[in-house]
C-alpha cells in the first residue's frame, strides 16, 4: 500500500512539473523582444550602391559596383570614382563603398 501510494505521488508531482514548465516554454522562433530596426540606420536598400567586387590585373584597377564594372574617372549614380582600393571605392562625394570582409575560423 505504502508502494502504491509513493508511486502514484511521484506521478502526479511529474505530471504537475511537467505542465507548470511546459507553459513557461518560449517560442525560439519568435523576434526578441525590443530587436526593432533603428530609423536613420542606412540599409543596402536605401543607399543603392553595393560594392560587389575589386578586380586589380596589374596596375588597372576595377570595381564592380551594383554588377556593372567601373574605374577611377567613371561615374556611378552621378558621383565620379575618385579611388578604388583593394577592398573600397571612394566617391566625389565623400562616401567610401567597402566590401564585405570574409570571416574564416582560425
Request: glycine share 8%; hydrophobic share 40%; net charge positive.
Amino acid at each position: 500500500m505504502l508502494l502504491q501510494m509513493t508511486k502514484l505521488l511521484l506521478t502526479l508531482t511529474c505530471l504537475l512539473a511537467g505542465s507548470v514548465s511546459a507553459t513557461q516554454l518560449l517560442d525560439p522562433t519568435r523576434p526578441a523582444v525590443g530587436l526593432e530596426p533603428v530609423k536613420g540606420e542606412l540599409s543596402v536598400e536605401s543607399t543603392g550602391l553595393v560594392l560587389n567586387a575589386v578586380l586589380i590585373n596589374g596596375g588597372a584597377k576595377t570595381a564592380v559596383i551594383n554588377q556593372q564594372a567601373y574605374q577611377v574617372g567613371q561615374r556611378v549614380s552621378g558621383m565620379r570614382i575618385n579611388y578604388i582600393d583593394n577592398n573600397q571605392v571612394r566617391l566625389e562625394n565623400g562616401r567610401v563603398l567597402t566590401l564585405f570582409t570574409t570571416v574564416t575560423k582560425n
